[in-house]
């Protein structure tokens, strides 16, 4: 599914546009995950794992761009890629009522609403779609992400312990929440 440009305004007064990913902005996409991936410890690899060529990225992007179960967006700011959500609709009769969001913004670009807007969108895309409950993880200590789920809705229905582990041998627990329509 292809998300069409939107323009929003961030709390700091600049304009950032929402959009779908072109394979075109592949290299960037690439290094923004990585770049994401190294400034926190709530997502789930290290840098060093994403290891996908820009081909492949370009790949993958046509991809979610040309299914009908997956909604991407980006937000660009100053043309430059801030971060991206996602919205996998589950398929099949016992679970075409669900559905999972992520979301990455670099840190350069946290607390600006970016989150906020990219929920709105994503739960708006939900609701035409027929979802009944939209689900996502965040991992113990992630609390701007919790704060962020929270106000739109979701409550945590579970706790995984220990299926995180850190480089510094620490375990962290996931939290599973939900969010019914
Ligand atoms: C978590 C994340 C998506 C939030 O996005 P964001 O653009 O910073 O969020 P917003 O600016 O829209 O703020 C959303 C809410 O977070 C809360 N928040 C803002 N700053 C906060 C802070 N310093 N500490 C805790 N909560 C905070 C507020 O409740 C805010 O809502 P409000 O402004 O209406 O009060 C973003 O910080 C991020 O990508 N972090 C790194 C990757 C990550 O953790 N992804 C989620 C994995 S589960």
């Not at 075109?24 to 996409?29: D, I, L, T, V, Y």
């Not at 997956?70 to 919205?87: H, M, P, R, W």
């Amino acid at each position: 599914m292809i998300f069409p440009s939107k323009t929003i305004t961030l709390k700091n007064g600049k304009s950032a546009i929402l959009r779908t990913a072109s394979p075109e902005n592949a290299a960037e996409m690439l290094s923004y995950i990585q770049t994401a991936s190294g400034e926190t410890d709530f997502l789930s690899r290290y840098p060093e794992e994403w290891t996908l060529t820009v081909e492949q990225e370009a790949g993958w992007l046509n991809a979610l761009a040309s299914s009908p179960y997956t909604l991407a967006i980006t937000c660009f700011v100053d043309g430059k890629v801030a971060g991206n959500c996602e919205i996998s609709f589950k398929r099949g009769i016992k679970e075409g009522h669900r559905a999972s969001v992520a979301i990455a913004i670099l840190q350069a670009y946290w607390g600006l609403g970016i989150g906020s807007a990219m929920f709105e969108e994503l739960i708006f895309a939900a609701k035409e779609h027929g979802t009944e409950i939209i689900e996502l993880e965040y991992i113990q200590g992630n609390d701007r992400a919790k704060r962020l789920y929270e106000k739109y809705g979701f409550k945590t229905v579970a706790e995984k312990p220990g299926v995180i582990k850190l480089k510094n041998g620490t375990y962290l627990s996931e939290f599973y929440m939900q969010k019914y329509l």
